[in-house]
Protein backbone atom coordinates (compact mmCIF):
# COMPACT_ATOMS: atom_id res chain seq x y z
CA UNK A 1 0.00 0.00 0.00
CA UNK A 2 1.22 3.56 -0.93
CA UNK A 3 -0.21 7.02 -0.27
CA UNK A 4 -2.87 7.45 2.52
CA UNK A 5 -5.35 4.72 3.21
CA UNK A 6 -8.64 4.61 5.31
CA UNK A 7 -10.92 1.85 6.00
CA UNK A 8 -13.68 0.89 5.56
CA UNK A 9 -14.27 3.12 2.57
CA UNK A 10 -18.15 2.92 3.59
CA UNK A 11 -19.89 2.19 6.56
CA UNK A 12 -23.51 2.37 7.62
CA UNK A 13 -24.75 3.02 11.19
CA UNK A 14 -27.22 2.73 13.78
CA UNK A 15 -27.44 6.09 16.14
CA UNK A 16 -26.53 3.45 19.31
CA UNK A 17 -24.09 2.00 17.50
CA UNK A 18 -20.19 2.51 17.80
CA UNK A 19 -17.54 2.31 15.26
CA UNK A 20 -14.67 3.47 14.30
CA UNK A 21 -13.33 4.65 11.25
CA UNK A 22 -8.92 3.93 10.44
CA UNK A 23 -6.70 5.83 8.69
CA UNK A 24 -2.97 4.87 7.63
CA UNK A 25 -0.44 7.04 5.94
CA UNK A 26 2.80 5.23 4.38
CA UNK A 27 4.71 8.43 3.24
CA UNK A 28 6.35 8.87 6.95
CA UNK A 29 4.72 11.76 7.76
CA UNK A 30 4.52 13.97 10.85
CA UNK A 31 1.20 15.64 10.63
CA UNK A 32 -2.28 13.62 10.58
CA UNK A 33 -5.57 15.21 10.07
CA UNK A 34 -9.34 14.02 10.12
CA UNK A 35 -11.87 15.94 7.55
CA UNK A 36 -15.78 16.47 7.45
CA UNK A 37 -17.21 16.71 4.06
CA UNK A 38 -20.90 16.78 3.65
CA UNK A 39 -23.05 17.05 0.84
CA UNK A 40 -22.76 20.70 -0.83
CA UNK A 41 -20.60 22.06 2.01
CA UNK A 42 -16.62 23.53 1.79
CA UNK A 43 -14.24 20.86 3.79
CA UNK A 44 -14.27 21.18 7.66
CA UNK A 45 -10.98 20.39 9.79
CA UNK A 46 -11.87 18.67 12.37
CA UNK A 47 -8.72 17.66 14.29
CA UNK A 48 -5.04 17.74 13.81
CA UNK A 49 -2.19 15.52 15.25
CA UNK A 50 1.96 16.59 15.05
CA UNK A 51 3.86 13.58 16.33
CA UNK A 52 1.00 11.88 18.00
CA UNK A 53 -0.18 15.10 19.68
CA UNK A 54 -3.35 16.44 19.28
CA UNK A 55 -3.06 20.15 18.29
CA UNK A 56 -6.22 21.06 17.11
CA UNK A 57 -9.47 20.11 18.15
CA UNK A 58 -12.02 22.33 15.96
CA UNK A 59 -14.95 22.37 17.87
CA UNK A 60 -16.04 19.33 17.22
CA UNK A 61 -19.11 17.07 19.34
CA UNK A 62 -17.68 14.68 21.34
CA UNK A 63 -19.32 12.19 20.19
CA UNK A 64 -16.52 11.85 17.69
CA UNK A 65 -13.50 10.68 19.55
CA UNK A 66 -10.06 10.62 17.79
CA UNK A 67 -6.71 8.31 18.35
CA UNK A 68 -3.63 8.86 16.80
CA UNK A 69 -1.30 5.63 18.43
CA UNK A 70 1.52 6.64 16.31
CA UNK A 71 2.56 8.59 13.62
CA UNK A 72 1.32 5.97 11.26
CA UNK A 73 -1.74 5.91 11.74
CA UNK A 74 -5.07 7.83 12.84
CA UNK A 75 -8.25 6.56 14.37
CA UNK A 76 -11.78 8.38 14.24
CA UNK A 77 -14.05 6.63 16.81
CA UNK A 78 -17.84 7.31 16.70
CA UNK A 79 -20.76 7.03 19.21
CA UNK A 80 -24.00 7.67 19.27
CA UNK A 81 -23.90 9.79 15.94
CA UNK A 82 -26.98 11.29 14.87
CA UNK A 83 -28.30 11.38 10.63
CA UNK A 84 -26.62 14.80 10.62
CA UNK A 85 -23.53 13.39 10.80
CA UNK A 86 -23.70 11.86 7.35
CA UNK A 87 -21.15 12.63 5.53
CA UNK A 88 -17.53 11.60 3.82
CA UNK A 89 -14.60 11.38 6.14
CA UNK A 90 -11.61 12.28 4.71
CA UNK A 91 -7.86 11.48 6.32
CA UNK A 92 -4.81 13.51 4.95
CA UNK A 93 -1.00 13.76 6.08
CA UNK A 94 1.85 16.06 5.94
CA UNK A 95 5.89 16.23 6.61
CA UNK A 96 5.34 18.28 9.26
CA UNK A 97 2.98 20.18 10.82
CA UNK A 98 3.59 23.31 8.63
CA UNK A 99 2.29 25.83 6.52
CA UNK A 100 4.14 25.19 3.46
CA UNK A 101 3.38 21.38 3.87
CA UNK A 102 1.48 19.93 0.98
CA UNK A 103 -1.66 17.79 2.49
CA UNK A 104 -1.80 14.20 1.19
CA UNK A 105 -5.43 12.93 1.26
CA UNK A 106 -7.02 9.22 1.41
CA UNK A 107 -10.23 8.07 -0.38
CA UNK A 108 -12.33 9.28 2.56
CA UNK A 109 -15.17 7.30 4.29
CA UNK A 110 -18.09 7.55 3.33
CA UNK A 111 -20.53 7.23 6.44
CA UNK A 112 -24.32 7.04 6.52
CA UNK A 113 -26.33 6.94 9.94
CA UNK A 114 -29.61 6.08 10.38
CA UNK B 1 -12.30 35.07 9.34
CA UNK B 2 -11.22 33.70 6.18
CA UNK B 3 -13.61 32.81 3.82
CA UNK B 4 -13.50 31.06 0.52
CA UNK B 5 -15.61 31.06 -2.47
CA UNK B 6 -15.57 29.14 -6.16
CA UNK B 7 -17.37 30.57 -9.15
CA UNK B 8 -19.15 28.90 -11.05
CA UNK B 9 -20.87 26.28 -9.03
CA UNK B 10 -21.13 24.11 -11.99
CA UNK B 11 -19.93 24.50 -15.26
CA UNK B 12 -20.11 22.20 -18.51
CA UNK B 13 -18.29 22.48 -21.88
CA UNK B 14 -17.71 20.71 -24.97
CA UNK B 15 -14.50 18.92 -25.13
CA UNK B 16 -11.35 20.70 -26.54
CA UNK B 17 -12.57 23.95 -24.67
CA UNK B 18 -10.41 25.81 -22.89
CA UNK B 19 -11.61 27.43 -19.65
CA UNK B 20 -11.13 29.43 -16.11
CA UNK B 21 -12.47 28.70 -12.61
CA UNK B 22 -12.67 30.93 -10.37
CA UNK B 23 -11.43 31.22 -6.51
CA UNK B 24 -11.55 33.99 -4.03
CA UNK B 25 -10.70 34.74 -0.42
CA UNK B 26 -11.65 37.43 1.92
CA UNK B 27 -8.81 37.45 4.38
CA UNK B 28 -5.22 38.41 1.72
CA UNK B 29 -2.71 36.61 4.79
CA UNK B 30 -2.69 33.56 3.01
CA UNK B 31 0.48 31.54 3.05
CA UNK B 32 -0.23 29.49 -0.18
CA UNK B 33 -3.11 28.91 -2.08
CA UNK B 34 -3.90 24.77 -3.12
CA UNK B 35 -5.91 23.88 -6.22
CA UNK B 36 -7.34 20.17 -5.77
CA UNK B 37 -9.43 17.70 -7.60
CA UNK B 38 -12.01 15.69 -6.39
CA UNK B 39 -13.23 12.25 -8.36
CA UNK B 40 -16.99 11.13 -7.20
CA UNK B 41 -17.10 9.45 -3.52
CA UNK B 42 -13.22 10.00 -3.82
CA UNK B 43 -10.08 11.69 -1.67
CA UNK B 44 -8.34 14.98 -3.07
CA UNK B 45 -5.59 15.11 -5.54
CA UNK B 46 -3.40 17.85 -5.42
CA UNK B 47 -2.86 19.90 -8.48
CA UNK B 48 -0.76 22.73 -7.91
CA UNK B 49 0.33 24.85 -4.94
CA UNK B 50 1.07 28.41 -5.01
CA UNK B 51 3.02 30.25 -2.27
CA UNK B 52 2.11 33.77 -0.95
CA UNK B 53 5.07 34.77 -2.70
CA UNK B 54 4.59 33.14 -6.08
CA UNK B 55 2.16 34.34 -8.91
CA UNK B 56 1.85 31.38 -11.01
CA UNK B 57 2.02 27.98 -10.96
CA UNK B 58 2.04 25.73 -14.31
CA UNK B 59 1.53 21.82 -14.92
CA UNK B 60 0.72 20.28 -17.88
CA UNK B 61 -2.23 21.23 -19.16
CA UNK B 62 -3.04 23.27 -15.66
CA UNK B 63 -1.79 27.24 -15.00
CA UNK B 64 -3.02 28.51 -11.74
CA UNK B 65 -2.68 32.38 -10.82
CA UNK B 66 -2.48 34.53 -7.51
CA UNK B 67 -3.79 37.63 -6.74
CA UNK B 68 -3.11 37.85 -3.13
CA UNK B 69 -3.86 42.13 -2.89
CA UNK B 70 -7.47 41.62 -4.77
CA UNK B 71 -8.17 38.19 -3.00
CA UNK B 72 -8.49 35.80 -6.03
CA UNK B 73 -6.77 32.62 -7.94
CA UNK B 74 -7.60 31.49 -11.23
CA UNK B 75 -7.33 27.69 -12.43
CA UNK B 76 -6.61 27.63 -16.43
CA UNK B 77 -7.19 24.12 -18.35
CA UNK B 78 -6.40 24.09 -21.70
CA UNK B 79 -7.99 21.80 -24.26
CA UNK B 80 -9.87 20.08 -21.93
CA UNK B 81 -10.94 16.28 -22.10
CA UNK B 82 -13.50 14.01 -20.26
CA UNK B 83 -11.08 12.78 -18.05
CA UNK B 84 -11.03 16.51 -16.47
CA UNK B 85 -14.93 15.97 -15.25
CA UNK B 86 -14.44 16.77 -11.54
CA UNK B 87 -15.00 18.73 -8.84
CA UNK B 88 -12.13 21.31 -8.55
CA UNK B 89 -11.37 22.60 -5.02
CA UNK B 90 -9.51 25.67 -3.87
CA UNK B 91 -7.65 25.85 -0.60
CA UNK B 92 -5.59 28.59 1.45
CA UNK B 93 -3.82 28.24 4.46
CA UNK B 94 -3.49 31.87 6.44
CA UNK B 95 -0.40 32.75 7.73
CA UNK B 96 -1.55 32.26 11.47
CA UNK B 97 -2.78 28.52 12.66
CA UNK B 98 -2.76 25.15 10.88
CA UNK B 99 -6.13 25.54 9.25
CA UNK B 100 -6.71 24.97 5.71
CA UNK B 101 -10.01 26.66 4.40
CA UNK B 102 -11.91 24.86 1.60
CA UNK B 103 -14.05 26.36 -1.10
CA UNK B 104 -17.19 24.69 -1.69
CA UNK B 105 -15.69 23.31 -5.15
CA UNK B 106 -16.79 24.05 -8.56
CA UNK B 107 -18.14 20.83 -10.18
CA UNK B 108 -16.76 20.75 -14.12
CA UNK B 109 -18.45 18.40 -16.84
CA UNK B 110 -16.58 18.21 -19.82
CA UNK B 111 -18.63 16.48 -22.50
CA UNK B 112 -16.99 14.26 -26.05
Known amino acids: ETGVTQTPRHLVMGMTNKKSLKCEQHLGHNAMYWYKQSAKKPLELMFVYSLEERVENNSVPSRFSPECPNSSHLFLHLHTLQPEDSALYLCASSQKLARDNEQFFGPGTRLTVL | KQEVTQIPAALSVPEGENLVLNCSFTDSAIYNLQWFRQDPGKGLTSLLL?????REQTSGRLNASLDKSSGRSTLYIAASQPGDSATYLC???????????FGAGTRLFVKA
Open chain 2, 91 to 101: AVRNTGGFKTI
Open chain 2, 50 to 54: IQSSQ
